[in-house]
């Protein structure tokens, strides 16, 4: 019926293949130089001896670990400094009369960028997308070069690592003289019903020539099979004047509405065309999710009419070995590790993020809270963005609003972390400020506004300034159940939690006492452990925090807790809090910096998904008769019952609000059993066996198919196994790696927060048994051999595929 409709109005009812404007991929081929170089900015500047790669680069990580790296263990141990990239590039003759333009997600950081010697622009803020115009400085038929300076030079700028470079993508932009504006559409849904739901779509059309026809703005919604289900469109505007923009809005039913949900993240599309004599002359595509959701007092969350925890992790924007350099399969690997695990949420600590995470976050169903700074105009080290508030605060959060309003994975702005300014009780400079945040966030989009706070007082200035829509606590999570008496009638989420330290692999015995490590930060944290490692067990936490388990059972039985971000999902690199030298990066991972689960992502996955759980550790290889404890995650059963050697050890259950259950028994070595059972019948079965000495690598790759794109990785994961095939629990093998085909490795880890071995290599030592190899594919389809060799160890191969 639509479709007829839309036919008889002259409306193609599907997607027009034509596109007017084209967004093109700038990440190759780009010159690079780590140091200073006087006149690189100049177009004729030589560089004909710099290193040729592609973004997106962090140099950072390819540097060398030092204590004397001006970022501090804090920030990484890594060199920062200055950089330069040049890239040479033509312009098709056809471009002249379009508008051209150079997009950058992201530059770590205080960037300049020159097109054919222009100055374009500097912009301070590393973690802000960023667009430059360089229609009229370019030759159109000939040869052009941009050329961008990043200055990472100013040292500590940050408590975590921040990697330096063009580490995002870059694109170059193409359109006609009328073109929806940068970030020109803004679409809500502010009527919904079961029937339909009201989709508003509002388009900025800019006019860059100097006079414009009268043109027409349409707007298309498809949905995820691509199918058409709303036109409309405006009535045709009056000329335009040169250099200007104009809005329009209008409103399309979608029947029988599919909504988005963190279960079933459904998708339609917003396509907009601007025509100019019936003719599309440009063309803008935009997410819409369909939901509705609102934070309640004594409710909680509430999405599309349902409560929902949100089981939430902050994290740090590196990608482990990585670096800081954007990669959509890496960042897609590390959402699907916490999907697996029943995270739902991820607060995007503490700055804007790459695009591509909140494209997953669409797709793959998380409850984004976007956060925009990690101090105001207080500094928190020296160089920080404090340096630049005044200048760039307001431009900076416009533009992380403009750029992010669209994704319906954002549910939550964030306008910053434990800000220094919160704490004054005799000047009101924090007030004033949050105001402002929130007014420039409330000009652009009406999504619950709060701060992570770290005084959670009713007389902190932030709290107190009554900009906030949903008061957020940083830990405090002994306070969160008389939240009311302090704030009737608020609403509350724990911006952030736990900050709980665990190794992957190293367990201190006995462990059923709960430390957290001295507030005095002189000091010095001891677990007992030479080697900068804490226990595996939930037992070890910062003073502010608590283990895991604490806050956990404090969330998850009271309703009016809308939920939780965990400090953190995955181990990052810097803030190796408490240690320092030679610790160079995090423990408050529940997975480790490898994407290896530490033990107590167990404990979530039996208590936030349906997953039937039975995890028992430690590793059994130990001194005989040592006093051992044995702990077990597990769900969907009754009782665990222990067998060691065929002995019974005892049949243990959760009671109360326990998570796990312990037993203590003396070590000898042989086979640990656990059994699950539900009124009687085993559940599930695991086996620890005790390890021999080690005789065998096995490798397993996540895909053995990846795309030929240049960009997608497969990780390979190195188990060092004894002769019986068990993983040897402390084997900390050299491995050396070989790959042929059309590939190279891009890095390579184990996890170990001491290590200062360098991360690109071909060959890594074990941790605890496991280490980690990532292959990257080149643009060529093909077989890809990846061996591993160790002495006295029979080799491994795994064999991937590139189409
Ligand atoms: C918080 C802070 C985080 C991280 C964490 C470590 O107070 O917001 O950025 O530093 O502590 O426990």
Redesign the pocket.
Known sequence: MLVLLLLCLGIAPYASAQTSRTIADFDKGWKFHLGDVKGAEKASAPDKNWRLLNLPHDWSIEGTFSKDNPASPEGGALPGGIGWYRKTFTVPLASKGKQVYIDFDGVYQHSDVWVNGHHLGFRPNGYISFRYELTKYLNYGGVNVIAVKVNNSEQPNS??YSGSGIYRNVWLVTTNPVAIDHWGTYVTTPELGIKSAGVVVKTTVRNSQSTAKPYTVRTKIFDADNKLVAVGGSIPSKAQLSDSAVSFENTLPVYAPRLWSVESPYLYKVVTEVLIDKKVVDTYTTPLGIRTFEFDADKGFILNGKSLKILGV?D?HDLGSLGAAINTRALERQLQILKGMGVNGIRT??NPPAPELLDLCDKMGFIVMDEAF?MWKMKKTKYDYHQFWDEWHKRDLQDQILRDRNHPSVFIWSIG??IGEQYSRTDTVGRVIARELAGIVRSLDNRPITA?N?DPEPASNIIASGALDIIGY??HHQDYESFHKRYPGKKFIST?ST?ALETRGSYDMPSDSIRRWPISWDKPFTTGNKDNSVSAYDNVS?P??STHEETWKVVKKNPMLSGMYI??GFDYLG?P?PYSWPSRS?Y?GVIDLAGFPKDVYYMYQSEWTNKTVLHIFPHWNWEAGKTVDVWAYYNNADEVELYLNGKSIGIKKKTGDDLHVMWRLKYEPGTLKAVSRKNGKVVLTKVINTAGAPAKIELIADRSNIKADGKDLSFITIRILDKNGNVVPNADNLVKFKISGAASIASVDNGDPVSHAPFKADYRKAFHGLALAIVQGKEQAGTITFTATSEGLAPATVVIRSK
Request: aromatic share 20%; glycine share 4%; with cysteine.
């Open positions: 408590r975590w902050c740090h600590s503490h990690d972390n434990e992570a770290n940083n830990y952030e900050s910062a502010w925090g400090w953190t803030e809090t995090s408050f």
